[in-house]
């Protein structure tokens, strides 16, 4: 490959990985204004805390499924073609989602975004794998083009901080009446267009995976079949990257991606704010009972306006208190992403040196001890070492991510590849894995021994996401190996 090609392939799927996790992240840091705004309630109503467990579910389910479909448009189609496509679904769909005046607009716009990711994720990974032969080269190609998955983490939470920080200055958006025609989570969500324009300018320079073209040209390119994952050779590669798949996404939704939006604004620093406004607001009622009462006509008005100036300030309190929550969220979303991006940079560093079920043993381990920590003992006790958690919490995960990404290519043979990465991917983690976000927030929370609604969330984070690394503990004792010394992964 030529050495300007080679760069600009890496390019591409550098910058195919930044926007996968800028545009999956966004909805973790505008969830709850925006369900605040299109669902008309506070944002500690328990509504809100429902959806948000919904949302992540339902997308995921449908990009679980359109996910596993795009696997096999991967192998027939090929790389290239599938992973433009994907990618101009998920530039656009977040642009549609930043007009929505109804709720179902907002979830049918969240799928088809997620439904890209899925697709996309896959393609790109098999297309890189297949673009470089040797091994180290291809290892290090992989491992570091993932790591800027996290950089888009980590630049979605700057995004939205700017929206949140200025968006009452930036052009008013064309909505009808009632909503607002400056709100920063509509703006975060326009930026999601950005990925189409790079796509445009950089995809028709780069070449579609050379063995893939070359198979199909010589008719020799089998057709790919689900039943071949189950057969004797691969059944326990699939079942068991499957499983793993559901756990790391387990712990990313279950735990990771409901903090900002369910358990930030639970931090001691909000809840007795919270706790004082909602006195105030009491009083304020109170107050507007007894002047209904009031016979005087003159103490009536005065009184009426004392009330309507305390309401005001009381609102502009209100509004100030869910603006630093959502700040205080992209701030924690940014050390989580920032987590991840460690852990991407970790095992791309490792992934030379050291073999197999070690390295993912590497990452699991401390997981199972971080997230426990984290959400049951820091989130009340010591929110200064949270967002440490957070960071340590995300750099296990995401480098997870990382292990399937450079794992699951060399598991399958060629004209599996992407098959069998979207079942491990979509099936495992997608819609089995994601379910954690509603296992979290609609099961485990209400039976969590606390009234506090923040609270509940957080020690149901924390006893899925343990659960979580200790199952995936024990799946990495059954993983199989692969042979690694093959200089095209996977076989024919």
């Known amino acids: 490959m030529p050495p300007l090609t080679k760069w600009l392939v890496l390019t ?5 990985f930044f926007f996968d996790t800028y545009e999956l ?4 840091v505008i969830a709850t204004p925006a369900l605040v705004e299109l669902l008309r309630v506070a944002d500690d109503d328990p509504l809100i805390t429902i959806w948000v467990g919904r949302m992540l579910w339902i997308a995921a389910i449908c990009g679980g499924v359109f996910g596993l479909l795009g696997g096999v448009l991967i192998d027939r189609l090929g790389r290239k073609r599938v992973m433009v496509g994907s990618i101009l679904i998920y530039s656009f769909s977040p642009v549609a989602a930043a007009f929505s ?5 907002l979830v049918l716009f969240r799928c088809t975004t997620f439904i890209g990711v899925c697709v996309e994720m896959v393609a790109a990974v098999t297309w890189l794998a297949e673009l470089f032969d040797d091994k180290k080269t291809r290892q290090r190609a992989i491992g570091w083009t993932l790591a800027f998955a996290s950089v888009g983490g980590l630049f979605v939470s700057l995004v939205n901080k700017f929206a949140v920080a200025h968006g009452a200055s930036l052009p008013a958006l064309p909505l009808p009446d009632g909503f607002d025609q400056h709100a920063p989570w509509r703006y975060t969500l326009l930026t999601g267009l950005v990925p189409g324009v790079f796509i445009a300018l950089l995809l028709p320079f780069v070449p579609e995976s050379r063995v893939w073209a070359a198979k199909k040209a010589a008719g020799s390119l089998r057709r790919p079949a689900f039943g071949e994952l189950f057969a004797p050779g691969l059944i326990r590669v699939t079942l068991v990257s499957t499983a793993l798949s559901a756990c790391g996404y387990a712990a990313a939704f279950g735990a990771l991606q409901l903090t900002p939006p369910r358990i930030v604004p639970g931090l001691p620093e909000f809840a007795e704010k919270r706790a004082e406004l909602g006195k105030e607001s009491k009083r304020l009622k109170d107050r507007e009972e007894l002047l209904k009462a009031e016979s005087d006509e003159k103490s009536k008005a005065i009184g009426g306006e004392k009330l309507k100036a305390a309401l005001s300030n009381l609102k502009h309190e209100k509004g100030e208190l ?6 205080r969220g992209a701030t924690i979303q940014f050390w989580q992403e920032l987590g991840g991006l460690t852990g991407r940079i970790l095992l791309a560093l490792l992934v030379v040196y050291v073999a197999g079920r ?5 990452f699991v381990v401390p997981g199972l001890i971080f997230f426990p920590v984290t959400y049951y003992l820091l989130f009340p006790d010591e929110p200064g070492l949270f967002v440490v958690g957070i960071f340590l919490c995300g750099l296990c995960t995401v480098a997870q991510f990382s292990y399937f990404g450079e794992y699951l290519p060399k598991a399958f043979p060629m004209h599996l590849r992407g098959t069998g990465g979207s079942f491990a991917l979509n099936v495992g983690g ?7 976000a509603f296992l979290t927030s609609n099961v485990i929370a209400p039976l969590m021994p606390t009234e506090n609604p923040f609270r509940q969330v957080a020690m149901a984070a924390a006893v899925v996401g343990g659960g979580a ?5 024990a799946l990495s004792f059954v993983l199989p190996e692969v042979n ?3 200089e095209t992964p996977g076989g024919g």
């Open 430 to 436: 997608r819609m089995v894995g994601t379910s954690a």
């Open 25 to 28: 992240l966004m909805f973790p």
């Open 101 to 105: 005046t109804e709720l179902w607009v």
């Open 322 to 327: 869910k603006k630093a929550g959502q700040d």
């Open 12 to 16: 591409v799927a550098a910058v195919g």
């Open 469 to 473: 690394f200790l199952l995936a503990l």
């Open 358 to 362: 070690l390295l993912l043993r590497l």
């Open 484 to 486: 690694e010394d093959a």
